[in-house]
């Protein structure tokens, strides 16, 4: 997919001001899913541009300004192309169906002091993680897909009762997985 993207900034003073030096950096920064293809870079009163990379591989326009001026507008025009996927393809781990959900003992001895909270519940308002567990139930998307499932509906392309689902969650579609 082809984007323009059109940038504008107004800066508007009382009376001329000298200006300094304005480091810009406004070009996206091109990835396997993003190339610029054009940027038009231009300012009001008009500037000198110094042209660096930095070493993350963005580009920046340091725009010098010889006279003083009561407005500087400057303008981006960039075109690029996305070729990213629409939304990505999510595995969910069986474990994971249930909120909150257990962690494996290799990933209990990974998060180490994160397991433990960082400030005291002496009322103890905070669930423990046993009472956490006692009360665990499908997450979000598994919920519905769930009472999908107990009233016999199916997916598209799906038979009665798969043990696999589509899903639109808040952040794109995912799929849940069940155990081989």
């Given amino acids: 997919m082809r984007l323009q993207i059109l940038h504008v900034t107004t800066y508007a003073y009382r009376a001329p001001v000298a200006l300094l030096a304005h480091r810009m950096m406004l070009s996206p920064r091109g990835s396997h899913a993003l190339r610029p293809i ?7 009163p008009p500037a000198e541009f110094e042209w660096a990379q930095d070493v993350f591989g963005n580009l920046i326009a ?46 209990r001895t990974d998060l180490g002091a994160l397991l433990v909270p960082e400030h005291p519940d002496p009322e103890g308002r905070l669930p423990s993680p046993r009472r956490q567990r006692q009360r665990s139930r499908p997450a979000g998307h598994c919920r519905a897909w769930r009472r999908g499932q107990a009233h016999g509906d199916a997916l598209p392309g799906r038979g009665k009762g798969s043990r696999t689902a589509a899903w639109s969650g808040p952040f794109g579609l995912g799929e849940e997985v069940s155990p081989s």
Avoid: G, M
């Fill in 38 to 44: 054009s940027a038009d870079l231009s300012c009001e």
């Fill in 62 to 107: 340091t725009a010098s300004f010889p006279d003083p001026t009561a407005r500087l507008v400057i303008t981006n025009r960039v075109t690029v192309e996305q070729t990213a996927a629409a939304w990505p393809i999510l595995k969910i781990a069986p474990h994971a169906h249930y909120y909150p959900f257990d962690y494996s003992h290799e990933e």
